[in-house]
């Protein structure tokens, strides 16, 4: 009569007592089939640390046990007292990398009784939040080429600033601006080059450009692109050009009127 009779082949024991615990009935089932892959690695006579490569883990445990659900389970049986890590991991001598060595806190551990810390657990549940991969969500949602760019233009407004009468900038016999010029009884401080103009004039320039577009001749004028859209719109100089040629052909339209 052979003695191994009636005696099962290899298997991984799990302890009812530790199933019937509420740390136990908290984990997931992917962290139960992740402890009982630990649980076969136990050697009872060395009471060793076990360790498994998420990789290998992923390849054991099947379907849906990608390596972000594996390095979540660990963190799971650790919080919940299952496991405790004994070394972390780091590279060997000869450059591989060595996985975590776990112990089990339910066997005996180097000649240590087993301290079963799922008992102790505080009853706070594992919950870790997912962080958002930030690379999808921008690719998400960005636009692609230039065919997304919104540029505002305001419209509506002039294309030339509000003339103000030169007379309110006009600075006082004798007081000086700085310390070093003077201004002159009525003269303006202004960034144009041209004389001060008749107010009637100035009105009546103020109203041209109040008023709706009109078509207007350019033929000494070199300002064409003045009435661009308002995207490119002139600088200062072009703008005193045109000022100024246009208060000389105004001048000369009121002399030869006179």
């Known amino acids: 009569m052979r003695r191994d009779k009636g005696r099962l082949p290899p298997f991984v024991p799990v302890l009812k007592d530790t199933m019937k615990t509420a740390a136990w009935k908290a984990l997931s089932h992917g962290a139960r089939s992740l402890y009982v892959t630990l649980k076969g690695r ?25 390596r972000r659900n594996v390095m979540r389970w660990f963190r799971e049986l650790e919080h919940y007292g299952f496991i405790v890590m004994v070394s972390p991991a780091h590279h060997g001598v000869n450059g591989h990398g060595k996985a975590p060595h776990w112990r089990l806190t339910e066997e005996w551990y180097l000649g240590k009784a087993p301290t079963r810390d799922f008992l102790s657990w505080d009853g706070i549940p594992f919950t ?3 962080k958002r991969d930030a690379l999808s969500f921008t690719a998400k949602n960005r636009i692609r080429g230039d065919n997304g760019v919104t540029t505002l233009v305001q419209t509506g407004l002039p294309l030339v600033p509000e003339i103000v009468p030169a007379a309110a900038e006009a600075g006082a016999d004798g007081v000086s601006m700085s310390d070093h010029t003077g201004g002159a009884d009525g003269v303006a401080i202004t960034s144009l ?4 103009a008749d107010p009637d004039l100035l009105s009546a320039f103020e109203a041209l450009w109040s008023a709706p577009p009109i078509a207007l ?8 692109r003045l009435f ?7 600088g200062k100089r072009a703008e005193a050009h045109y000022l100024a040629a246009w208060y000389r052909d105004e001048q000369q339209d009121l002399r030869a009127a006179v």
């Open 228 to 234: 661009q859209r308002p995207a490119k719109r002139p």
């Open 42 to 66: 136990y050697n009872t006579k060395l009471h060793n640390a076990v360790y498994v490569s998420t990789r290998d883990a992923e390849e054991e445990l099947g379907q849906y046990s990608t």
């Open 217 to 224: 001749p350019f033929k000494g004028l070199r300002l064409r």
């Open 128 to 130: 870790e939040k997912r």
């Open 193 to 196: 080059t041209t004389p001060y």
